[in-house]
């Protein structure tokens, strides 16, 4: 069974940087894209960044791109998500999740938080 687990959030300053972390399990994660939403209060969730099963192509939002680096870690069975210079509007739960573009709710993660602000 599927089982993704979002770490490293928390509360950073504007024009700081996070490291979030997602552990997964239940499936061979070399065999799948995986990528970030985000869903801030109030708003729709956000795809932001997904890379392809073996690391060799990515793609980012307009929001995060320029700024952030998704990697991935098959042997570790581990995602990551780097994003620097944040932004309160960078304010949201993080979730990572199986698959492409639009994965399905179902198969993402329970999210880590992260807070911007002074």
């Known amino acids: 069974q599927l089982r993704l687990v979002e770490s490293g959030g928390g509360l950073v300053q504007p024009g700081g940087s996070l490291r979030l972390s997602c552990a997964a399990s239940?499936?061979?994660?070399?065999?799948?894209?995986v990528g970030w939403f985000r869903q801030a209060p109030g708003r729709e969730a956000e795809q932001i960044a997904i890379?392809?099963?073996?690391?060799?192509?990515?793609w980012y939002s307009r929001s995060v791109i320029g700024r952030s680096t998704i990697a991935r870690e098959n042997a570790k069975n581990t995602l990551y998500l780097q994003i620097n210079s944040l932004k309160p509007d960078d304010t949201a739960h993080y979730y990572c999740?199986?698959?492409?573009?639009?994965?399905?709710?179902?198969?993402w993660g329970q999210g880590t938080q992260v807070i911007v602000s002074s």
């Open positions: 999740a199986r698959g492409g573009k639009g994965a399905s709710r179902e198969d």
């Open positions: 890379i392809g099963p073996d690391g060799g192509s990515t």
């Open positions: 239940g499936f061979n994660l070399s065999l799948y894209a």
